[in-house]
């Protein structure tokens, strides 16, 4: 079994890192590349940057702001937002990224998963879905339907199904990304990580409502991701307490987690 991963996730606009709730109201919290350095000295496992308003503002993303943050970073370093193709992404990577997170352009076209999967391999392809919970009909059985542009835009797509494509397209991870939970720091849907997590082989990033480290503990034992993203325990305005990397890794090794 991989060790598990704690990663930091930096929700940006225009250079600046922010905190939103369901995936609005962002607001402040301090320049991306002042971050950067300060998860790294932190110990954190991995940054995953998305430049959150990049696809629905059909532009590219911020490139600029991705080589700050990375002159601060040696771990993995994840970015995604605005990649529209290959172009884009050999961009991102020459930009300093490690790994490429594809969401919004996937849904509109898939082919650029195996695109990528077959140009830069397939570990460098992080397919990022925006899951809601919605009723269960037939078009979306699992009760789960995939949100894009930010969660602006609603597909009628279904997340379970959308991550077993994904899957067989040739991504290498799944970033579930919860936005009934986001930023609400009451713990992960462990329901549909759980489920993607047993639907595909490769590994998984829960992401959206961590506030406890009990709560990253869940997603590792109860719903079986290999990653999880901590960003509002370790920097969010809205919350009275926040965490330092190593709290959070301390109580995970306390309670058994290799991490």
């Known amino acids: 079994m991989n060790k598990k991963r704690l990663v930091a996730c930096f929700d940006v606009i225009g250079g600046n890192v922010t905190k ?14 002042e971050m950067a350095k300060r998860m790294s000295e932190e110990g954190i496992d991995e940054v995953i940057f998305f430049d959150v308003t990049a696809s629905a503002e059909r532009r590219m993303i911020d490139l600029d702001t991705v080589r700050a943050v990375k002159k601060h970073i040696t771990v993995p370093f994840i970015v995604g937002g605005g990649l529209r193709g290959l ?16 969401d919004s352009m996937a849904v509109r076209n898939p082919d650029i998963i195996a695109e990528g999967a077959r140009e830069l391999g397939s570990g460098r392809i992080v397919l990022s879905m925006q899951v809601k919970r919605v009723a269960k009909t ?3 059985p699992s009760g789960y339907e995939i949100a894009i542009d930010g969660a602006r835009t609603f597909t009628g797509m279904d997340a379970l199904e959308w991550a077993k494509r994904g899957a067989a397209l040739g991504a290498g991870e799944i970033c579930v ?6 930023g609400g720091c009451e713990g992960y849907d462990l329901e549909i990580t759980k489920a993607v997590a047993e639907a595909v082989n490769i590994p998984i990033i829960a992401s959206g409502g961590a506030g406890l480290p009990r709560h990253v503990l869940d997603a590792f034992i109860k719903a079986g991701a290999e990653a999880a993203i901590v960003s509002s325990m370790l920097y969010s305005p809205r919350l009275a307490k926040n965490y330092t990397v190593r709290e959070i890794k301390d109580e995970l090794i306390a309670a058994g987690v290799d991490i």
Do not use: C, E, T, W
């Not at 050999?90 to 930009?95: E, T, W």
């Open 87 to 102: 172009d884009d992404m050999r961009a991102a990577v020459d930009a300093g990224a490690d790994k490429v997170s594809i």
């Open 138 to 140: 037939d078009a979306i």
């Open 177 to 182: 990304n919860s936005i009934d939970n986001d």
């Open 20 to 33: 939103a709730k369901q995936f609005q109201d962002n607001i402040y919290v301090a320049p991306a590349a």
